[in-house]
């Protein structure tokens, strides 16, 4: 399977999506947006992983190349191809499907539970979640939310934001939360993005971030796997 990433920032990298590809032997190629790299031809890749970034989705006057990403994501939905998106990534799919991608009525920063709400592990897309912790703990940094895109199957949620995870026709997975963190991704965040540490219900401190059961980190990596395995 040929992968292409897209990276909005230098410090968002693709954390543990990049050890599973590497371990996994699939060839990678990279679109580095804030460096000027072109975007990818539609025939040069099977599946796309969209990463994070601090931008808004429509930030076309700061950010120029948003254009035509979108346009380049929405054509590689309609023309059946993989996808992950993480976090603004989702936000992209969950535009290229049609559905409304606004500010949240919580900025989610830390870690904090979610809940799966998939359905049934017999139906349709449900076996991305057979066997998951029902109300794992993972890492989050997002304001920005979305509707849930028309057909497709609502994963997972919080206290703070309803949409964090969907899949539409198992083949393209949009994940608000950041599974692929790791220690050195999470300092990476913390070091550009900390000035967004404002206190609020669901905003953790640097120090309660950096405080963490290291555990968790081999925990999120071993969802991801798993729903990177298991989507089609």
Known sequence: MRIHALQHVDFEGL????????????PLTLTRLFAGDPLPRLEDFD????????MNIY???????????????????EAGKSAIGICLGAQLLADALGSKVYA?????????????????????DA????????????????????????????LAESEGCRSQAFVFDNRILGLQFHLESTPDTVRAILAHCGHEL?????????AEILASDPALFANINRMLETLLNRLA
């Open 104 to 124: 949240g009525a919580n900025k989610e920063i830390g870690w904090w539970p979610i809940r799966l709400t998939g359905p049934a592990g017999d139906e349709k």
């Open 15 to 26: 954390g543990h999506i990049g050890a599973w590809i590497e371990h996994q032997g699939h």
């Open 59 to 77: 930030e076309d006057d700061r950010y120029p190349w948003l254009a035509a990403e979108r346009a380049l994501i929405r054509a590689a939905v």
């Open 198 to 206: 404002i206190p609020a219900r669901y905003v953790q401190s640097e």
């Open 47 to 54: 599946r796309l992983v969209i990463m994070g970034g601090p």
């Open 127 to 154: 076996g991305l979640l057979a066997g998951l912790p029902e109300q794992p703990t993972v890492f989050h940094w997002h304001g920005d939310t979305f509707d849930l895109p028309q057909g497709a199957v609502h």
